[in-house]
């Protein structure tokens, strides 16, 4: 039986014990054990966390460091069946698993990699995980097993998950488990976490390793030094490997080699990479426009006038609390959750592509290009996470060995243009350009990258001159067809983290923005009452007005979404759907025609010229400071002074493009 048939199969790995009497059963290991997940990067060790723990996950840096780790409950079935028993494995096992950073062994060269030494064999043995369970691609299984004769040296307990079965299958190879579980000394389980194949053959093995005494640590060669050593793990690697795999005779081109041979080309690979993106936003903004046009009809209609009708039932109509709640809450949230469709399908796309093995090859795509400015090609994969949002991406520069490049990667990763930058594109793309909206929206994701390569010279040419440059050394896992469950689970994460963010930061900024725009600088004008333009809000908003001037934009109502949006992109929305809910009607629209107004308003600051004043913002938006949580993360990983030139750097880039872009396109529109 091959591993993929192996781990597809309902028998699991190891029998299920028929009585806790049999042997086995005492000591069922503590009430709430945590499971370590290690092993080298693409073997499926993060979707077989997902698999397990479905969305009961969290994020947090481990206790004592700055690394961030997932964290979540795994309910492991009872593993024993004997009908009436009361014994411990009778009963489902809470169990706490911790999806340690990837390590191809447990010598680091960054921290999140020292983390994972740390965690497995590092610090006080209380602090340690009970269990370690290591996921091995069966495909290239020599390299998977470094980190496995490292950890039997240390007699750790220790679960072998086979992955990747599918792949060994085509390629010829064929893994005997039970002799690779003899030769390695610890249980070995075919799986299949994509597909949810062997999980609880694995749970039943997790169990039984929890109830008995670790193995006894590998020997090793007495007094050996290091090359010594290294020579006797390779050897005990190769006669495992020999033991237990057989290769049958195929073609040695695989279909993703065939693939490769295009998709990673030097030329052809960018421009596919490009034509992959530019679909991405494209098939988004399309799908999406007639959902958020539902929903914004649904926001500003039967919403709001139930909401109204409610109160002056209860005798609070047409009173601050109707302002708040309708033109507070309800215009400023609402329209921002009119975006949800949108955030939902570009989380599928994204999904899709990494569940399919592509964004891996997007790594070996720009590493010419990530080289040219001075960052090896692993800097792009935080740096490609920077579009999903800028805050974890930064926290992933801790797998880059060279603390310089980690530095240089954060300052580049507030210049990526994040998902809560792509609500603001998308509205003003389709305000401005209309059908062409994708293609406007996918214009800011190329200027993005051009931006990033711009300040990446520039510094390398500066600061960072001389850095020496690691080569690109990356896994390419196998192309697959994405599974439908492990998609869904995956925007489902994302999705919720967007609506967390709406409903948080968003929701106390929203009400902030009301409360300013209701305090009258005037006196005899009452509190929320007082038109936008005379309020606290659009006084100061007034005074930085001019500074925005050369760039077209110099309304209040777009300088003061801008200091909103130091807070969080979104609210950048939201704070213009409060300020013209409350104002009086735009010509050619009713009150709230959030589109009409925002039109008319740069009509009529950029001096009939709306369209470069238009992508003026786009650009500024997209270069200045993300949000303060992006400025909290740069400062606990790079420090203060880093962070400080940083915000200076990102705002003069920001505004001398934005310049540029006005001047010179009102030139032609």
Known sequence: MSVAERAASSVPTLSVKQCCHTGGGEGAGPQSPVVALAGAPNTGKSTLFNALTGANVTMGNWPGTTVEVSRGAWHAPASCLCEGCTCPDSQPLDITLVDLPGAYSLDPHSPDEALTRELLIGGPADERPDIAVVTCDASRLTG????????????????????????????????????????????????????????????????????????????????????????????????????????????????????????TAPVLGPLIFLAVMWLVFQVTTTIAAPLQDFLDTLFSGPVTDATVAGLHAVGLGDTWVQGLLVDGLIAGVGMLLTFVPLMTLMFILLALLEDSGYLARAAVVTDRLMRRIGLPGRAFLPLIVGYG?????????????????????????????????????????????????????????????????????????????????????????????????????????????????????????????????????????????????????????????????PA???????????????????????????TYAVAEPEEGGAPGDLGVAVMNTFVESSGGHPIPAALAFMIFLLAYTPCVATVATQWREIGGRWTLFGVGLQLVVAWTLAVAVFQVGRLFW
């Not at 020579?231 to 690697?237: E, G, H, P, T, Y």
């Not at 934009?553 to 409060?578: D, H, M, R, Y």
């Open 552 to 578: 077209g934009f110099n309304s209040w109502q777009s300088a003061s979404t801008l200091v909103v949006g130091f807070v969080a992109k979104e609210a950048v929305i939201s704070s213009w759907a409060q």
């Open 389 to 549: 949002c800028n805050v974890p991406a930064i926290s992933g520069t801790r797998i880059l060995p060279n603390a310089r490049h980690r530095i240089l990667t954060a300052l580049l990763v507030p210049f990526t243009a994040c998902t809560a930058r792509l609500t603001v594109f998308v509205m003003m793309g389709s305000i401005f350009f209309g059908a062409y909206a994708g293609t406007a929206v996918f214009g800011m994701y190329l200027t993005s990258i051009v931006i990033i390569v711009l300040v990446g010279l520039a510094l390398r040419g500066t600061l960072w001159k001389g850095e020496p440059i690691e080569p690109l050394v990356i896994d390419l896992p196998a192309y697959q067809v994405p599974t439908l469950r492990l998609t869904a689970s995956v925007t489902w994460v994302k999705l919720k983290g967007f609506l967390q963010t709406a409903t948080g930061i968003i929701l106390v900024t929203v009400i902030g923005v009301w409360l300013l725009q209701s305090i009258p600088t005037q006196p005899g004008e009452a509190f929320g009452e007082v038109p936008v333009q005379d309020s606290v809000y659009g006084v100061a908003a007034q005074a930085i007005t001019p500074v925005f001037a």
């Open 144 to 263: 998977c097993l470094y980190l496995v004769a490292q950890l039997r040296e240390q007699g750790l307990a220790m679960v072998v998950a086979l992955t990747m079965g599918d792949v060994a299958d085509k390629r010829g190879i064929v893994v005997d488990v039970d002799a690779l579980t003899e030769r390695l000394g610890v249980p070995v389980v075919a799986i299949d976490p994509r597909r949810r194949g062997g999980l609880g053959g694995l749970a039943i093995a997790v169990r039984d390793a929890l109830g008995v005494p670790a193995p006894d640590p590998r020997p090793v060669p007495a007094d050996a030094d290091a090359l010594a050593l290294e020579d006797d793990r390779f050897s005990w690697i190769a006669d495992v490997v020999e033991a237990a795999t057989t290769a049958t005779a195929k073609d040695a081109r695989t279909r993703s080699d065939k693939v490769d041979r295009w998709v």
